[in-house]
């Protein structure tokens, strides 16, 4: 009993966290956001779905806030937080896959805390956003565990793959690594004549192969190439992968080593010190490296102690796949995209290994208590990062959505404006431009983030003085001056 | 250990594995990404010109669905498309850019042209968001261009002898330096691995030898057992250049992040040429011929 009240403690505590965004500023996080609830507020009132663009192509996301929204006659602003909601209880999901690796469940209880204050990145930038990835995470989860349970109902499975498939290409892409790599290891298990899951996961790749490959090729057909996928790509994936599996089989040595090399590439690279970007960044501190050592040390002697185990072993194989890809096929713009999408399920792979070392110390003299030191040292490592993330660059505030609102009847001309109010822009039918040379006589639209923290360029922030230097500002008519939307007019360049 | 003969199966596909990986990664990486860096580095040697001589480029714009891309082509378009990419590209059909290969724009430029519409690999061009079309049928297109069509014509400064070297012909002649080289470790590499492979197969061949025996005790026929050993090197060795060709792919790019931030030296990603994989076979089919004659030797 006590067991199962400290596992809810620890899930409410997470969604407390996922949910923090919401609860201080009461609109969805991350600009993504209003474009699927642009497309759920089309769904509800038309009752169709489409597909003609981008967004419309993985339309789990869409039809899940309209779905929400019609059941419980919630109105789809609010719907949205249906997503950081699931994104919460995947915890319930690894809670179940770890208990296949480990037998001491009580340590792994720690699963939802070690998952959303991982010191890493700051998760709730992933895991509060309305976004089709976040809304694939939920079905990636339960994919891999429903993968790794004793039996597998093909239909049952087929369901859950097509819902994946149709929630974002990047999940199907990790699901489908981890699968093959299942199957192989299964493959070299039936060679050596020990007992396997052969059949179980050669379904399982062939069924989400098959359905990976045919939406994704229909999206192709409907919409192009999308980034990251290309050909070239996805032949880089097939030999990083195998690179990557053959240096996680040599041995347990090997395979810590190189996450010893990655782990601190990705913090580098999530800090903004390692991509070729003109956003500003501040040098990673000492603190930084300290919380990093505190997570990673652990979750590395969690690695090596479960290394033999083909789940984990999948895991390490396909999270560090696409990690290694991110980081080494662009050092660009393109290649942080990748990376930010690599970034959450290598966060995972390393929770659910900092839960097995958990899981070896509980039996130990202090074990538990050295357990619950580092978790409580992660959880408010992670608070300053979280309070940051809250009024951060990629956070609405209602203010601003209900300020944006009101400007909206007033304005007959096109605004020139970034792209996170480029976002609520297009939610809201504001034409709009994006920030590029200004020319006298423009209508130039900002927030408080873009003087605090600079405007942003598709991934990348750049200062405001660049396109706008002062006394280019000091010469505009201010024509609207909200507490956070300002609206001024170019007179002088 | 596999080196002692303890027979192992898993120890001889590893060191195949490990030899192929350490061959394929001192041979092909380092020429591998000097070919993307000549691919990346544009043919900076160019110039544009409203006067001839040089190579003629015609150019307009023509809409598809309310958005303009540029379309052009040349009486020698080969020749502008190398002075523009520095590669050989033939387009005999018209093509169009890989940013721009979506259906609504190859439908339209097959109906005006009624030509069959091919799609161009990245180039991180403006030719990626282009429409490329050869002469003839660039000709059936000026109609439906917004606008005059523009000509410009591209001279190569090399050829016209101003010889200032650009960066593309530095990284063309360092390629030719280090493809010598190449070539030189390549001989140097097969000569290491056919001993190897031979010294192996003899440490290896007691083990062979005793487990043969024992086969022959259970009235297994020895011949057979020998074929399926080969079968199963053979196997290994496929896997083992496979494999060495994605621990190629995997840590010298790592390494040169590394040393990117370590010592600032600058990364250029490249992928190392997927034809080291065929290339690569005959360096390991000696080795493991040699493998395979010393136990062969040994335990006849």
Known sequence: ?493 | MFFRGTGNIKGYILVIAIFEAMLLVILYAPAGYLNEALRIVPAASLSVSEYGPGVDLYYGYITVDGREFLVFSSSNLTGALKLLTGRGLEVLNPAVGCKIDRPDVKNYVKDLSGFRVEALGCMGSFIDYSIMAPWNIFQRLTSFINGPVGRVYLKNHVEDGIAVPSAYTVSRNLLKMVRFHQNFLYIISTVILTLSGFVLGLRASSDVKHTLGLLIEMRIPRYSTLFNVFLVISGATVIGIVVGYGLAYVTVPVALIFLRLLLKIPYIYALPDIEAVVNIFPSALLALFSYTTAISLKIR
């Open chain 1, 1 to 493: 009993m006590l067991k199962y009240c400290a596992f809810t403690g620890a899930l409410v505590l997470a969604m407390l966290a996922v949910f923090s965004p919401w609860l201080a500023n009461r609109v969805p996080y991350i600009g993504d956001s209003w474009i699927h609830l642009g497309k759920a507020e089309d769904i509800v009132s038309s009752g169709r779905m489409r597909l003609e663009e981008y967004n419309d192509m993985w339309p789990s996301i869409n039809v899940l806030i309209a779905l929400y929204s019609i059941v419980t006659e919630v109105i789809p602003l609010t719907s949205t937080q249906i997503v950081p909601f699931l994104v919460a209880l995947s915890a319930v999901n690894l809670y179940i896959l770890l208990s296949r690796v480990s037998k001491k469940t009580n340590a792994i209880l720690s699963i939802p805390v070690a998952l959303v204050f991982t010191p890493l990145y700051t998760f709730i930038t992933f895991g509060s956003a309305v976004m089709k990835e976040t809304a694939a995470f939920f079905l990636v989860t339960l994919a891999i565990t429903y993968i790794t349970s004793f039996r597998l109902r093909p239909l049952c499975f087929i369901i859950l793959a097509l819902g994946l498939v149709l929630s974002h290409h990047f999940a199907s892409l990790f699901a489908l690594i981890f699968c093959t790599v299942m199957l192989i290891e299964d493959l070299s298990s039936s060679l050596n004549g020990e007992v396997n899951d052969l059949k179980r996961s050669l379904a399982a790749v062939l069924i989400l192969g098959a359905l990976t490959l045919s939406w994704n090729s229909f999206t192709i057909y409907r919409i192009g190439w999308f980034s990251p996928i290309s050909r070239e790509s996805l032949l880089m994936i097939v030999f990083v992968s195998l690179g990557v599996y053959a240096i996680a089989r040599i041995g347990v040595v090997s395979a810590s080593l190189f996450q010893a090399f990655i782990f601190p590439l990705s913090a580098l690279a999530w800090r903004g010190q390692l991509h070729d970007i003109p956003t500003p960044v501040n040098t990673i501190s000492v603190w930084e490296i300290r919380d990093l050592a505190v997570f990673i040390v652990p979750a590395l002697i969690g690695l090596a102690l479960f290394w033999r185990n083909k789940i984990i072993r999948g895991l390490l194989v396909s999270t560090t796949t696409l990690i290694v890809f991110s980081i080494t096929s662009d050092l660009g713009y393109n290649g942080l995209v990748v990376f930010t999408k690599s970034l959450h399920y290598y966060a995972l792979f390393l929770s659910l290994s900092l839960c097995l070392f958990f899981s070896f110390i509980s039996s130990k003299k202090f074990g538990k208590i050295i357990s619950s030191i580092i978790l409580v040292f992660l959880v408010f490592a992670s608070m300053t990062g979280i309070s940051l993330a809250i009024n951060g660059p990629g956070a609405y505030h209602y203010v601003e959505y209900a300020e944006l609102k009101k400007l909206k009847d007033k304005l007959h001309e096109p605004v020139v404006t970034d792209v996170k109010l480029g976002y609520i822009s297009d939610y809201l039918k504001i034409g709009h431009t994006m920030f590029s040379r200004l020319k006298g006589n423009e209508y130039i639209l900002l927030t408080r983030s873009d003087f605090t923290h600079g405007i942003l360029l598709g991934y990348v922030w750049v200062e405001l003085s660049f396109f706008m230097p002062s006394y280019m500002m000091l010469s505009s008519d201010r024509l609207f001056d909200g507490g956070y939307i300002k609206m001024f007019r170019v007179n002088y360049v």
